[in-house]
């Protein structure tokens, strides 16, 4: 689209579009600079940075001591004292080490000062699992941080939503916790153009797929879970409407119940552990406010309430499928 | 346990230097120094009292007996650097840029008006009472707001001091913890990092022996804490904590230090807690505390020997020498006549301005949560 | 009851209950150790262990430094090396400078390890608001944990189950999440007196009032409010069920599905952060498994989703209250 | 970078020393050590290249080059003393309590069928590969299970240590870190108590120069890393991590000093990252390190020190001296010829026991998440 991608394919990986939006956006806010682990000379574990700190230096890109709780710390004194900050943990698994800086001093900030203090920090990660990363580069940990109060939570599943809402997240005035599903990072088959300066705003929701008869609630990479499994749907009838949210906080509940008022089924899907993750938070925020639409129980598939497992039928036999959604639609349709 | 002696540690009171940082002060910046220690003192002892009268809620920690740490960390900042203080160093909220005049509206410190609203948990502390006691700060005026997580602003310094040397800046930050603060994790990392990268962050330690009701040696393996900064190749300091002047010069050699590039420091200044860990436990401290430790730990009052010192310089005539006492007291046995009129006067109208605060609007509950972000760029 | 008790009333208070679980576990099992801040020469911020150093020695009740992820994963070694733990928090808000210990190294032993190791630990900790606690001093964050498969997650709301929950999970050989209730610790209206080696297994919900018309679940200090509001409805005819869930993890459903059977009618209480906090979780699953029992909206009244701020107009503003129990279930009721 | 010098650093190779626990070791030692060596060595590269013919998945943590850390700081262990490998440490696991006879079954260490059924993720592995990698351990064979998180294992080798001595035992524990994971918080939580209960845990770094992508220098801010111990006033000692027999004295001396009740230790073996981070890193690290650095780092291979070594002691006859040579080179280059046949057999033994042991059948994913509560007492 742009000039500068004339030499390359118009077409772009997820994980590009992510280093895109970073890129774009360290060109235009003086303001910004991003730290992490192996994010300058590496350029990433997986290459999200690369290159960047050769363009911009060391002091707007740099690399950190494997020391979680000080790089939020650090991003907190330094948005304190007028940054933006992109802070990247390597994996998303690691963060419960520097969770306390999350949670008491990032999350608060803006609350215990009452609006003195603004904190414009995305901290970003590659999350997911799928991919036999075992129990600890698996992790869908969202939960945790929207309980939480104070922090957005953004979970993109295409390029362009990574790039636009990436370039919304560091343009937030508010911490943002950033959910990258490495799998997607270099998935050829959901590469695509994306138009310069793309922006999609934090908490609206996409409808990937349009249907009637049960609506699927998805994010991340199950949402293509879904989509698969409302192709299976169609052979049977079914016709399912796909919801991609995007954002968890804040959430765009319009677009659910909006859905909701067509087909009166719902379906939540995530890869979280059950209990207290964010897909019964959407059962519960729609039986509590659209009761009324529901012709059936409304119900999520998530992973068991396991870690993530290595051996490849033990991970699968523990998360959600396609197998599984279908079949749970079919037995919702006809109840 | 008293405040422990260690080799490296050598007080002015004995040996005064002309090549100490302190030899530079005048006769008015030492008799400002010890005004500002009346003036902690006065804080502590005054709400203390507050609080036995009924006029308080909320839990106090008492900085008694350990002013001379605030008031000689202080002294010498340029308005422009940072502190982040912590629960037992309330008073340095309004000690900070004490210099440029207390009643001045520009200074880089809050105002007692501010303070005790704070105290009181009025709409016009500067975090309109959202968190209690220490946990305010100030963005305008270089001050960095803390959680209740010992040792979770260090981090935070650090990463403020990243920033100021970004925007071309030369100020320094002073973070204050407590010996037992530097047990935690973030510790460790917040310094390691701000060594690798010489951050200018002097971590200044309270070491007053106890950390709520366990002794210093449980908490850590070396004499001195400031032993911490070998770790990293730092410079450590041990002040003694109880002479305003050793704590000013050796702060003041940890902050050239760090102004100058040469990166972080850790200076530990001995103390000794006077009471509780805070006033809920001073019945139980005075058992898991030997009467005997308490005594000697609090027999070196910092205003008894600042005014030793003073009067041994001829700062201080003889009726000024003598007309204020409040050393060796206890909040109970204190009175405003122990202390100069005019400590008695500021703190009398930050209590007054906060009496006629109001209390927050419950609405203000579930605001602020998040920032707007249409009004972002 | 027991003649140790015979100088004292024989009424006791929650702290109370909570000492003397610890002390007849420490007294009947030679393995259990104790460790925490300030638990040994002072027995604890509030007292709990109060006089267990001087009775167990400091080989068994001790002192350690200001380092929670080194508690937790000292409490870790010491099971893994054949011992049973108690560790306390001083507030449980702390229990995030430890985070990572507790949900990726203890929470996982035994599933990581394919049983080979079992985590006999108990993780406890004063918890909750109303007290003017703030931020930092008020936390409910037990759900954080509820999403970390691995951890049992109890909150006893009175004397006799704080003894006889903490007493069940000293003797569990998985790590349970111990939330003891500040508030609670020395409240004289609730002293009551307790039988001798009395254990209430975890996983049981109890009904606090029996009631048709509505149920009302909650744990902790939250069940006093839907007592309370229980007392209130009355006056206007509504007869309320008040169950009190005391297990988080495993959550009693048969109890609170056997309630909806008569009442048709559910609000959750607590005073956690509503998004993704335990009472959405029972929203959920009442939706998902009960869904036909439910005549109307299944609602929860919870903390807003903010922290906890310290003036009491504030706490009161962002807290469940009587008052709001009291006016949703009559709009419930007439639903 | 080249691994660098210190001062404290000694190596054997050209000041032998009879006060040195080295000089204890028998002949039948040298030589069992000198062939762990080439056991460590053969694992290694034994299974890139079954990676590179594709028959195994997952990332490899080459421990190429740093073989000396880990069979110079095992070999003097008692059995039933613990260990705490990561992720560079594979080998541990069968080297631990080796002298007890690899084929002894109740040695205190894992068969190498038990770790190629942990490295080809099969339902025989210790942990049923629920876990990858080296995030394996035996409660029986006082093996500490790590998690993914750096340094995490610490704190649980003391508490391991603390019910040690609780039972009355006199065990030590080594733990194995890289010299980046020292920054963690955690490192210095667990560590600051140990020192301050003198717990007999050592903690072993192997700074190999490199943590990923990021050079020491900007993990640590000491010329040694293991000046860390300092701060904790505590032993810190640096090894030639090339020296097997300098490992083995400065690790014995460091399990000596914790036995006997002195404390935990640090000891830091300097060596060199052979590859890339993982083997997924290979092509990168050549980037992002320069060549120069890359053929100094490993100008230093540990089988051709010990061998020079056991040479000058005469413990090599001309025959065995030279029928193997594996030092120098790399996965690609070297052959089963490199390696003694006995070593080859071994390795060849485990994986073929691996390849016959079943995948976990789905349903195991949903077991072991508690244990069953009845069962308790
Ligand atoms: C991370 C964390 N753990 C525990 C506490 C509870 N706590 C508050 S003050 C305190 C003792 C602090 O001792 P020290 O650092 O020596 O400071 P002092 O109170 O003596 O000035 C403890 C344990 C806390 N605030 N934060
Ligand atoms: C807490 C934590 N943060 C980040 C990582 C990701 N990570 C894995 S290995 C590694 C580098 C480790 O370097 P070092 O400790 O020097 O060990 P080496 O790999 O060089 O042996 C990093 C950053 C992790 N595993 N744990
Ligand atoms: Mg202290
Ligand atoms: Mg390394």
Redesign the interface.
């Known amino acids: 689209m742009s000039a500068s991608q004339t030499l390359e394919s118009p077409k772009k990986q997820y994980l590009n579009a992510l280093r895109d939006a970073i890129d774009e956006e360290l060109s235009l806010?003086p303001d910004l600079?991003c730290l992490g682990?192996?994010i300058?000379?590496?350029?990433g574990?997986f290459g999200v940075t690369e290159g960047l700190q050769a363009k911009y230096g060391t002091?707007r890109v740099f690399?950190?001591?494997?020391?979680e709780?000080?790089i939020?710390?650090?991003?907190?004194?330094?948005?304190?004292?007028?940054?933006t900050v992109m802070a990247e943990m390597?994996?998303i698994?690691?963060i419960?080490?520097g969770?306390?800086?999350i949670?008491?001093?990032l999350?608060?900030?803006?609350?215990?000062?009452?609006?003195?203090?603004?904190?414009?920090i995305v901290v970003r990660g590659p999350a997911g699992a799928y991919g036999?990363?075992?129990?600890?580069?698996s992790q869908m940990?969202e939960?945790?941080f929207?309980?939480?109060?104070?922090l957005?939570v953004v979970c993109p599943s295409t390029p362009a939503d990574a790039k636009g809402l990436l370039t919304a997240s560091l343009?937030?005035?508010?911490p943002v916790l950033f959910f990258e599903i490495k799998e997607l990072y270099r998935k050829r088959e959901i590469e695509e153009e994306i138009p310069s300066h793309h922006i999609v705003r934090?908490g609206e929701a996409a409808i990937r797929r349009f249907g009637s008869d049960i609506t699927l609630v998805s994010y991340g990479q199950n949402v293509y879970h879904c989509l698969q499994a409302a192709d299976e749907l169609v052979k049977e009838g079914i016709n399912a409407e796909v919801i991609d949210i995007r954002t968890l906080?804040p959430l765009d509940e319009d677009t659910i119940f909006a859905s909701l008022e067509k087909t009166n089924r719902l379906i939540v899907v995530n890869e979280?552990?059950m209990?207290?993750?964010?897909?019964?938070?959407i059962?519960?925020?729609?039986?509590?406010?659209a009761?009324?639409l529901?012709d059936?129980?409304?119900?999520?598939i998530t992973r068991?309430?396991?870690?993530v497992?290595?051996?490849?039928?033990?991970?699968?036999?523990?998360l959600p499928s396609v197998e599984k959604i279908v079949n749970l639609a079919k037995r919702l349709v006809a109840f | 346990m008293t405040a422990r002696k260690s080799s490296s540690q050598t007080t002015l009171e004995n040996q005064p230097s002309s090549s100490l940082p302190s030899s530079q002060l005048s006769r008015a910046d030492r008799l400002q120094i010890f005004n500002q220690l009346y003036l902690a003192r006065y804080f502590d002892i005054r709400l203390i009292k507050e609080k036995k009268r009924g006029r308080l809620r909320g839990t106090l920690y008492s900085s008694h007996n350990q002013e001379a740490i605030l008031v000689g960390s202080l002294f010498g900042l340029k308005p422009t650097d940072w502190i982040s203080p912590i629960h037992r160093d309330m008073p340095a909220f309004f000690l900070k840029d004490a210099r440029s005049g207390l009643e001045n509206p520009n200074r880089m410190g809050m105002s007692i008006e501010q303070v005790c609203c704070q105290v009181w948990g009025r709409v016009d502390s500067p975090g309109r009472a959202r968190d209690n006691w220490s946990h305010i700060g100030s963005k305008e005026k270089h001050i960095i707001h803390s959680t209740s997580m010992l040792a979770g602003t260090i981090p935070v310094a650090a990463g403020v001091m990243l920033a100021d040397r970004l925007n071309g800046g030369d100020a320094v930050c002073l973070t204050y913890n407590g010996e037992g603060s530097t047990a935690q994790g973030v510790f460790h990392e917040a310094v390691n990092f701000a060594a690798v990268r010489k951050l200018p962050v002097v971590t200044i330690i309270e070491n007053n022996q106890w950390a709520y009701g366990t002794p210093v040696s449980l908490e850590c393996p070396t004499e001195d804490v400031a032993r911490r900064a070998d770790g990293y190749g730092i410079l450590g300091l041990v002040a003694d904590g109880q002479d305003v002047f050793d704590v000013y010069d050796k702060v003041m050699m940890a902050v050239d230090h760090a102004r100058s590039g040469l990166g972080p420091s850790i200076v530990e200044c001995k103390t000794f807690r006077a009471y509780g860990h805070g006033d809920h436990d001073d019945d139980r401290a005075n058992k898991y505390r030997p009467n005997q430790e308490v005594m000697e730990g609090r027999s070196r009052d910092p205003i008894a020997i600042c005014r030793r010192k003073l009067a041994a310089l001829g700062d201080l005539d003889g009726a000024s020498e003598t007309a204020y006492w409040a050393e060796g007291k206890s909040a109970s046995e204190a009175t405003n006549d122990d202390f100069p009129p005019e400590v008695v006067e500021y703190l009398e109208r930050g209590i007054q301005f906060a009496l006629n605060s109001a209390v927050p609007d419950g609405n203000e509950g579930e605001q602020w949560v998040f920032a707007d972000s249409e009004v972002s760029r």
Not at chain 1, 107 to 120: D, K, L, N, Q
Not at chain 1, 275 to 281: D, K, L, P, W
Not at chain 1, 304 to 307: A, G, M, Q, W, Y
């Open positions: 806010n600079i682990e192996d300058g000379l590496l350029g574990a002091d690399d950190m001591p494997i020391s709780a000080a939020i710390g650090t991003a907190v004194g330094a948005a304190l004292n007028g940054k390597q994996f698994d690691f419960s080490c969770f306390d800086q949670v008491n001093m999350a608060t900030y803006h609350y215990r000062t009452a609006g003195e203090v603004s904190m414009p036999g990363g075992a129990l600890y580069h940990n939960a945790w929207c309980n939480a109060p104070g957005k343009r937030d005035p508010n934090l906080v979280a552990p209990t207290c993750g964010f897909a019964g938070e059962i519960a925020r729609v039986s509590e406010k009761f009324h529901l059936a129980p409304p119900v999520r068991l309430d396991t870690p497992p290595w051996a490849k039928p033990l991970e699968l036999h523990v």
